[in-house]
């Protein structure tokens, strides 16, 4: 039974089977067919991801949030879904791997939020089995909300048919995209292109959302109650304070919720490129997120200015922090894994190296004097400093290693991405 305050929306969770089956694509193309219909679309992410967002957020046309229960905690899941329900049309939340995958997957996050799934399978080679691989997933765990299924690459009307026929009555087709290989969004090693270095995204989305009502029809997600969520307003401990933030295509990896948190707490928030500015705003502290300097090196490494703007704002003991590449930017020199080596700001001893393979993957607790943080690990660089941590994060998983949290004067800075909203208080003090 829903309480009088809770607010409806319709909303489906995109899974798959498997990695690789097309949900960011069929999510975005699902976001822009519904603004084309003149509806609000509010999208979110499963777990710690910040490169589908920026592509999600350029189809739906809004900020872009992350879902996850073990790094921000069910209660602040529920408030955003809360607080989107206010004025969109329709949710989309994209799930990550496969529905079942992780320790807290998909599957748990839909159960928990009481968000129906629609499950995306690739329907190339396949007919009758279409509905036995939708079947088992929707049955594997019976308590799970099941929205029902979307056909990915589909070969033609009546292939179309064809799977629509071999669903269970209960079970509806919500969209049907037909195959085409002009669509697919290209990729690196961390994942998609960002959404800036795709120059015909705006084609390919226009192109996907025309293909999801080309073979059937496009249907609206049922409607979904969200519950109120009583949420303390966060203490104004960043009243007065300037923060720049370093935002540009070597620094784009970073939580909207975290900026969110930031000016919440009264910090006026602004904006430079360390690849093109000669210099940093006027500002109390800095925030440099990850991202991709070691596509930029050379970029990077010519803008001595830039470099020189940073080493002075260290010398006068102004707070930096600094997540993954914002970290790598920090230090001596950065390698690229064609061998080609940068000098960086050198704000911290040591040299960091691009590996073909992943170094660290996963979720991380940080212990720090203001107590729990958590967050997230995901690099393909390998550090070599004489630096001594200052404490190791703790990871989620039993095969990942925890990274060093180096503290320099009132610099601040590691491998890990942390979620502010989780603890705001200590959040504030790498910046106050």
Request: proline share 6%; charged share 15%.
């Amino acid at each position: 039974m829903t309480s009088p305050s809770a607010r409806h929306c319709p909303a489906m969770l995109i899974s798959a089977p498997a990695s690789g089956q097309g949900k960011t694509t069929i999510t975005a193309a699902l976001a822009y067919y519904h603004r084309q219909q003149n509806r609000k679309v509010r999208v979110f992410k499963t777990g710690p991801d910040f490169i589908d967002p920026q592509i999600l957020a350029h189809a739906s046309g809004q900020p872009v949030y992350q879902l996850d229960l073990w790094m921000m905690g069910e209660a602040h899941c529920r408030e955003l879904l809360y607080r989107a329900a206010a004025d969109a049309d329709v949710i989309l939340i994209e799930g990550v791997m496969g529905l079942y995958d992780g320790d807290t997957s998909s599957a748990d996050l839909a159960q928990a939020l009481s968000v129906p799934v629609a499950v995306v399978i690739d329907a190339q080679g396949m007919a009758q089995t279409f509905a036995a691989v939708a079947y088992g997933l929707a049955n594997y765990r019976p308590q799970l909300p099941f929205a029902g299924v979307i056909a990915n690459k589909v070969g033609s009307p009546g292939h179309a048919k064809l799977l629509e026929e071999a669903l269970p009555d209960a079970m509806p087709l919500l969209a049907v995209m037909a195959k085409d290989g002009t669509i697919g969004l290209p990729s690196r090693h961390l994942g998609l292109l960002q959404a800036d270095e795709i120059g015909d995204l705006d084609l390919r989305l226009a192109r996907a959302a025309e293909l999801l009502s080309s073979l059937a029809p496009c249907r609206l997600p049922d409607s979904v109650a969200f519950e109120p969520v009583e949420a303390m307003p966060l203490p104004r401990l960043l009243a007065g304070k300037r923060i720049a933030v370093a935002r540009d295509a070597a620094f784009s990896f970073i939580y909207q919720a975290n900026l969110d948190c930031l000016q919440a707490m009264g910090a006026e928030l602004r904006f430079f490129s360390p690849l093109t500015d000669s210099g940093l705003p006027n500002a109390d502290s800095l925030y440099l997120p990850g991202g991709y300097p070691e596509l930029h090196l050379q970029t990077l490494a010519d803008n001595l200015a830039m470099k020189q703007a940073l080493q002075a704002h260290h010398r006068a003991d102004k707070p930096i922090y600094a997540e993954c590449g914002g970290f790598l930017y920090l230090l001596n020199s950065l390698e690229d894994r064609d061998g080609n080596r940068a000098k960086m700001a050198g704000l911290l001893p040591g040299s960091a190296r691009m590996q073909s393979r992943l170094v660290n993957l996963g979720m991380h607790s940080l212990q720090l004097e203001q107590g729990e943080i958590r967050g997230h690990s995901f690099h393909h660089s390998q550090l070599e400093t004489t630096m001594e941590p200052l404490t190791l994060s703790v990871p989620q998983r039993s095969f990942g290693h925890g990274e060093g949290f180096f503290r320099s004067g009132r610099l601040q800075a590691s491998y890990l991405h942390n979620y502010f909203p989780f603890n705001p208080q200590l959040a504030a003090g790498f910046f106050s």
